[in-house]
């Protein structure tokens, strides 16, 4: 879980003489033109009419049916629906409903408590923002995958800021199973941009892979002791994303709808 807008500038220019010199063999070739065009315009017309007319049913057949699949099962599940009274303790969640005018994909988490050094720790993470996991086994026989094991929770990707004092670390954070793992950590002046990532003349960070082993060890316990980000909030992300994207598709098929009906 992004329109342009191409415009062209058509400049006339008359040239009288020339105009005027050509202009009765322009005036017959028109008319005949026109006419031919008039007749394909007509036939074109009713053939685009039957047409429209059946893909219009078909894709209403077609929507109706996704959408009853989907809202059959709809709702947050009660699994997700106890984390997140236990989250709520400690975290204020903000999400805007799917339809209303301020509807985003963007799920925002602000911690109650300050954190440290009385810093602001937010969270951030897009439900559509899936981790795709090339190293995991995908050649397991499907009866086995559907009979003996539940489908696993996808990983998601999520941004946690710290900021204090006018300056922000951003933490680029992967939630798997429960766990968090940290890819990322860049520091910037003022707040965190929501809207994008910061230009490539900013200083990334370093390859955190690639850090000395203890550094990354005493980062990432900084980042569960200190700001919060514990297996509850990174099973919250994971299980909440796949629950809003449920949302965020039947609300895309809705919109579909009323604008082909």
């Known amino acids: 879980m992004l329109l342009q807008a191409f415009r062209g500038n058509l400049i006339r220019r008359s040239l009288p003489a020339i105009a005027s010199s050509y202009a009765p063999t322009l005036t017959a070739t028109s008319s005949s033109r026109l006419i031919r065009l008039e007749n394909i315009k007509k036939t074109s017309l009713l053939s685009s009419q039957w047409f429209s007319s059946t893909a219009t049913d078909d894709l209403s057949a077609i929507i109706e049916r996704e959408l009853s699949e989907e809202e059959e099962n709809a709702g947050m599940p009660p ?90 670390m951003v933490f680029g954070c992967v939630s798997d199973e429960g766990e968090v793992t940290i890819e990322s950590l860049v520091i910037r002046d003022g707040e965190y941009k929501e809207d994008g990532d910061y230009p490539e003349v900013f200083y990334q960070g370093p390859e955190f892979s690639e850090l000395a082993e203890d550094l990354q060890e005493t980062l990432a316990i900084f980042l569960q002791d200190e700001c919060g980000i514990d297996g509850d909030v990174a099973s919250f992300v994971s299980m909440y994303s796949d629950y809003k994207e449920q949302t965020e598709y039947i609300n895309w098929l809705k919109s579909i709808k009323s604008l082909t009906s």
């Open 79 to 168: 699994t997700l629906n106890d984390l997140k009274s236990i989250i709520e303790i400690d975290w204020s969640i903000v999400d805007s409903p799917p339809g209303s005018t301020s509807s985003s994909a963007t799920v925002k988490m602000y911690r109650k408590a300050a954190g440290p050094s009385g810093a602001k720790v937010v969270v951030y993470f897009h439900c559509q923002d899936t981790l795709i996991d090339e190293t995991k086994d995908h050649n397991i026989m499907e009866d086995e995958a559907d009979d003996q094991e539940e489908e696993e929770p996808a990983a998601f990707r999520f941004r946690v800021t710290v900021e204090r004092a006018g300056r922000t």
